[in-house]
C-alpha cells in the first residue's frame, strides 16, 4: 500500500515546528538569542549557588538575581515566538520592534547589575563566575542589537511609510486637491 502513495505525496515543509530562518530571525541570530538564553540561564544558576550575603551586599544579588532570571525567561519566550508560527497568534504585528526594544532594554539593565554586582558582593568564585557570564551575556545582547541593525535597518526609523499599530495600517490623512473645480478663464 505504501508503494501506491509514494510517488504522489511530498513533505509538508510548513510542517515542521522551527521556522528558520523566518521573516523575524535569521540563522545568525537565530544562535545568538540561544546563546543569549543559556548564558542568561547560567548567570542565574550562578547567582542562586550563592550561600551567603550580607546586608549590603545582599540587594546587589538580588537585582542580579531578578535581572539574569528575567532576561532568561522572556528571552527564552521571545526566541519561541519569534522561530515558531506561534508569533502569528499573538496579535502583535510590530515584531521587529518589540524585539529590538526588548534587547536594547535588557542589554542595558544586564549591564547596570552585571556592574553593580561585580562592585557590590562578598568576592566569592560563584559570585565572581557569575558576573563574567552577566558580562558575557551583556555583550551577546549588544551583539543581537548590531546584528538586528546591519541585517534589517533600524526599526523606529520613519520611511514615509504609514506604520502598522496594533489594530492594521494607520490611517493615511487625505491629500488636497490639486485641480481645481472651476480653472480661470
Not at 508503494?3 to 537565530?30: C, G, H
Request: aromatic residues 14%; proline residues 6%; charged residues 15%.
Amino acid at each position: 500500500m505504501s508503494q501506491v502513495y509514494s510517488p504522489t505525496t511530498a513533505p509538508n515543509p510548513k510542517a515542521s515546528w522551527i521556522m528558520v530562518p523566518s521573516e523575524n530571525l535569521d540563522k545568525i541570530r537565530f544562535v545568538i538569542k540561544v546563546g543569549e538564553v543559556l548564558l542568561s540561564f547560567v548567570a542565574f544558576i550562578l547567582e542562586e549557588v550563592v550561600s551567603n550575603c550580607y546586608s549590603n551586599s545582599c540587594n546587589s544579588l538580588y537585582f542580579f538575581e531578578f535581572v539574569s532570571c528575567t532576561a532568561f525567561l522572556f528571552t527564552l519566550l521571545l526566541l519561541i515566538l519569534l522561530s515558531t508560527s506561534l508569533h502569528t497568534r499573538v496579535g502583535i504585528t510590530c515584531w521587529p520592534s518589540l524585539d529590538f526594544g526588548y534587547t536594547g532594554f535588557i542589554a542595558v539593565l544586564f549591564l547596570i547589575a552585571s556592574i553593580i554586582f561585580a562592585s557590590d558582593n562578598n568576592g566569592s568564585t560563584t559570585e565572581k563566575i557569575a558576573v563574567v557570564f552577566g558580562f558575557f551575556a551583556t555583550a551577546l545582547f549588544a551583539i543581537d542589537l548590531v546584528m538586528f541593525v546591519k541585517t534589517r535597518g533600524f526599526p523606529f526609523k520613519k520611511d514615509g511609510k504609514p506604520e502598522a499599530s496594533n489594530g492594521g495600517p494607520v490611517a493615511v490623512q487625505p491629500q488636497p486637491e490639486e485641480e481645481k473645480l472651476n480653472p480661470p478663464q
